[in-house]
């Protein structure tokens, strides 16, 4: 429940933020603006005040949601790395660090977000700590950070990494054990590569009984 509220909050969120950049750049453009015919000019106006009030009740809730997350993580763990658990969980981490450090953050550079109860950075410094939470535990949880195919990359968290150190958005000891924890997911995405292309190296007439016979 916990998981499905955390997507669905941040989700709608970061949508809402996309049309109100979306809206924001057009009006900078005053001449292109007004070349807009009124009525319309008057309806995006009205969608920006909507998706401004959205914004602001969803963005306060999802911060609510993200920091239970992140209670959780550091006093009920185990919930969060069974097995049918830790790929949907790494998976959740990582598409939400895809917009808070990717090439889609740009999106989300709005007018007076402070207004919005949109903290990226708070996001991303309370993201930064569930992952090192659920690090603690073991080597699993950073496997599934790498199985992840729809966000991973390890740009995300070297841009992560930065982020974090030019902002000083964590003590020096929080930033030593991200610091070790985005290594040590480098280490697990080399593993993985060297898997994969051995997998790719079989022979197509073999791999049938290589798949067969792990059942």
Do not use: C
Not at 68 to 83: A, C, E, G, K, V
Not at 144 to 150: G, K, L, M, Y
Not at 164 to 191: C, G, N, T
Request: aromatic share 10%; net charge negative.
């Amino acid at each position: 429940m916990l998981l499905n509220d955390s997507i669905y909050l941040l989700d709608e969120v970061l949508l809402k933020l996309t049309k109100i950049k979306e809206t924001e750049s057009k009006m900078l453009n005053r001449e292109e603006w007004f070349n807009i015919p009124a009525d319309t000019r008057h309806e995006l106006e009205q969608e920006l005040q909507n998706n401004q009030m959205y914004v602001g009740t969803f963005s306060r809730l999802a911060n609510e949601t993200v920091l239970l997350l992140h209670y959780l993580s550091d006093n009920s763990i185990d919930t969060f790395l069974r097995p049918e658990m830790i790929d949907r969980v790494s998976a959740m981490l990582n598409y939400f660090l895809s917009h808070l450090t990717g090439p889609q953050r740009k999106n989300l550079a709005v007018k007076r977000s402070n207004k919005l109860n949109f903290n990226p950075r708070m996001l991303l410094t309370t993201l930064a700590q569930i992952y090192i939470n659920f690090h603690r535990q073991g080597s699993s949880f950073a496997e599934a950070v790498v199985r992840d195919d729809r966000s991973f990359s390890l740009d995300l968290f070297n841009d992560a990494l930065r982020i974090l150190k030019s902002h000083k958005l964590l003590p020096p000891d929080r930033l030593a054990e991200f610091v070790r924890f985005v290594k040590f997911v480098e280490k697990k995405s080399s593993e993985k590569k060297v898997e994969d292309q051995a997998l790719d190296d079989i022979p197509e007439e073999f791999l049938g009984l290589f798949i067969f016979s792990s059942f």
